[in-house]
């Protein structure tokens, strides 16, 4: 009935998601680095024991995930303070089957991003997401 | 207590959403031809006059919006069929306050697109997500 | 007669023009950081009244048209001294209608910048040009 | 005094510029495919000898200058119909030094773009430029 | 002693790599359309049996590969004739280990891309490569 | 028998390249710093006298041919360490004609990189090409 991204996106917006196939782990962090999101995710993810640690595999798989969900957060460049704004964000990991009625694809992960992108200066900001998908 | 991307988004996924102040707007589209994407959100925003159908200025706002929320569908390149993959999109554009309880900040649109891209063959898809805010 | 994004133009290079229903203003900015000439522009605008300073909804739309403007300048990537080259560049801002004689589709911003971008050392360079408009 | 990128655009723009030392072409193109206004600049400066037409190295000098204006006038994506928008333009292609008092540095090339994008829907549009420049 | 990337670089240039753990397939494939080449790899390695042809996975893995090797011959734009330019391209596809000698790290996939691109007239065009590496 | 770019893609393989009419310079760099990618690659190049040192011409030429390598290595972003990534390179730059055997069509650079990208930890990357090619 769930799907990885669904389950990723309703997790970061705070939604309620059903008990159900998939492992998540959350955090946020605000930056205007982009390479501070990418770790603090990558961290979270490793520290939960969604990827392993210790092989390149899943980082791979974990890395390109997050590129792409920057690409819905940052709209066409990967920059935050090279180009003057910074973002405030929350992020879900996801991993488990792409869908939970299929398991026959395999192993997944999910990446959503959510919060306020903008100005370096208190409410000239405005919201933001971001999902990234890969095999696992 | 609701901002305009959050409204966009749950209603996007079909959650429920409290009875509110913006207006929402909502459809879906499937397409190798990025073109239609932007055109059914525009077609679907204009009758019922979330925008002005004879003034360019609210055309130029969704424009734009529609555009960022494509970022986010296709993490890259704006291109569907040109590299070989299509989507199968909802919508939900919703016209308001940034917050609902910010109205000083005036009217802004946003627009989310939920739904899957892939290969031309069923089943062979993944999960995306975008969202654009533009003011209005 | 006019149209906002020639006015923008030939101000920007010192060419003269007509006076007229627009709001001009010029500065420069020589740097290797693009975040630089994004903080040129909104200050100078900002302290000539052109975008009010205490709402988010006109440094929004001068936010993009000053992205818009760097793409002609860039040409592919918003990146300055990140990829070994520095731009001197001039700016005009300019406020008011799209076109002197269509004022009913409201009040729009143009950004435009010229100048030289190229290596880090005198003379190595060639010229550039940017133009971002978006309504106000 | 004249710089080949600033007799470019003075051009495109239909502003005097005075007899110098390059060699000008002007044309227009209209359209909502990308190469078409590529084969009209290309057209226009192999018929009027500014590049040869039987080598590929100034075709070469021209296309990637040609591309670089257009970075100018989509701003982040090189697609007029894909994304549902179309241009009318002018272009000045000007052929020369890349500074009228700097011969040393040979002949290069400017392509000027210049005109209004927006949706196919006449008024519905605003203002672009773009500015390639390429050593010959 | 021999990585898949490099495999499959020495492959598509038809130069001699030692018998191997690699798995390889080549073709070749002149178009301006992208999604052409995107498909004529595809194709060619389901028949093979380098992917699974009934999974999504595998052709996911191979899809992203495809277009990160386009990056490397497109340098920008994944565009072919809509920027008006051609590609005759050969093409080498590598299942196998990331390195011969790094089993642990398990399955992956690279394509490596070669050829000309450039006007579509003969003789005007210059060389251009890409390389996309996944996991599998 | 050679063309430009397949020398400089042997050549950064560590390939053996028959005796030819090309000048060849390699040199390796290992950064975080797409700039300091350039920077090896534009002294390499003007220590072997490949361009000319006091004239932009050059320099011109070789900084869009990196470009247009790098394009290949980064796939997408032209950033490494700003997107928590390192790349170590070899790095091959070739002057001559485009092929052995067209010399009418003057003198071109070309640009090849190899090497490996990936997370700052060892092992945790994989490879990647990158080849730009110009007229000089
Ligand atoms: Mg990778
Ligand atoms: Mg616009
Ligand atoms: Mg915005
Ligand atoms: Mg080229
Ligand atoms: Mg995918
Ligand atoms: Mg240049």
């Not at 993810?45 to 890395?63: M, S």
Request: net charge negative.
């Amino acid at each position: 009935m769930h799907s990885i991204g669904k389950v990723a996106i309703l997790t970061v917006l705070g939604q309620p998601v059903p008990d159900d196939v998939f492992q998540v782990v959350t955090g946020q962090v605000g930056s205007m680095s982009v390479e501070k999101v990418v770790a603090a995710v990558e961290t979270a993810a490793k520290r939960e024991g969604l990827i392993a640690a210790d092989h390149y595999r899943g980082e791979h798989a974990l890395y390109h995930a997050v590129l792409e969900a920057l690409h819905g957060v940052c709209r066409g460049q990967l920059e935050l303070g090279s180009i003057l704004r910074t973002a405030g964000l929350k992020f879900a990991v996801v991993a488990g089957p792409r869908d939970a009625d299929r398991p026959e694809e395999g192993h997944w992960l999910a990446v959503a991003l959510y919060g306020y992108i903008g100005a370096p200066r208190r409410g000239f900001e405005h919201e933001v997401i971001g999902l990234g998908i890969n095999h696992l």
